[in-house]
């Protein structure tokens, strides 16, 4: 099946730094990714949706200024978490989407996450 | 109304039991439904898609039901390697996101 890889898998940051996470599609080409987070016991929550060549579309409460997301090819995209905060330590969680039929038929397949803690 | 429910267990049941459990969604419009599996602290994996007529795969079987808008999941024979999260996942309608319940936690005991 599809894969997808993230980088780093966990990453420990200091508050006001930057972190940077790599989200790849390794043996496919994927016009859009998804960026997720889920904390503990929770479902996953979509934060944007990232195309490729443009901007991406952020979900209602996620700021845009803060999670910036750049989908520079047809296999990578990237999300930076900006001045992270202790509030912002979670799982992230990329998926691409593997389309090949109209809008409702897709599957998507997950990277295997970043875990985020910021002290 | 969360647009995704699940009942989120646990589910303790010894190993060659058969449980299921079931998810509710709220949008009629929506298309297409999945189940994923996600082990502690790790990504979620497709488990299976969900088809109108209802489908098997191996020890799994997946149904739909679109008049009372749930989908169900039954695990027969459960295996210790089938301890886990199910999420039932639905796609928003006309579009390409996903939706996510919350997860139902099944533990298999030797």
């Known amino acids: 099946g599809a894969v997808v890889s993230q980088h780093p898998s966990w990453v420990i940051c200091k508050s006001g730094t930057s972190v940077k996470i790599e989200c790849r599609s390794l043996?496919?080409?994927?016009?859009?990714m998804f960026w997720y987070r889920q904390f503990p016991k929770q479902s996953l929550m979509l934060m944007a949706t990232?195309?490729?060549?443009?901007?991406?579309?952020?979900e209602q409460g996620v700021e845009k200024d803060k999670f910036l997301i750049n989908h520079a090819s047809l296999t990578l995209s990237t999300l930076t978490v900006t001045s992270a905060h202790p509030e912002d330590s979670s799982f992230y969680i990329c998926?691409?989407?593997?389309?090949?039929?109209?809008?409702?038929?897709?599957?998507?397949?997950f990277g295997p996450g970043t875990r985020l803690t910021v002290l | 109304r969360k647009e995704v429910e699940q009942d989120p267990g646990p589910f303790n049941v010894p190993e060659g039991a058969t449980v299921a459990f079931n998810c509710t969604y709220s949008?009629?419009?929506?298309?297409?439904f999945f189940w994923y599996r996600q082990d502690c602290r790790k990504e979620p994996k497709l488990l299976m898609s969900?088809?109108?007529s209802g489908n098997e795969d191996g020890r799994f079987t997946a149904q739909l039901n679109r008049a009372s808008q749930y989908i169900s999941l039954l695990i027969r024979d459960s295996k210790l390697s089938d301890s886990a999260t199910y999420l039932c996942?639905?796609?928003?309608?006309?579009?390409?996101?996903?939706?996510f319940g919350a997860g139902t936690t099944v533990t298999v005991r030797a």
């Open positions: 949008n009629s419009a929506s298309q297409s």
């Open positions: 996942v639905v796609n928003i309608p006309n579009d390409y996101k996903l939706s």
């Open positions: 969900v088809y109108s």
């Open positions: 043996d496919f080409q994927a016009t859009t």
């Open positions: 990232s195309n490729e060549g443009s901007k991406a579309t952020y």
């Open positions: 998926s691409a989407r593997v389309g090949i039929g109209g809008v409702g038929t897709d599957t998507q397949y």
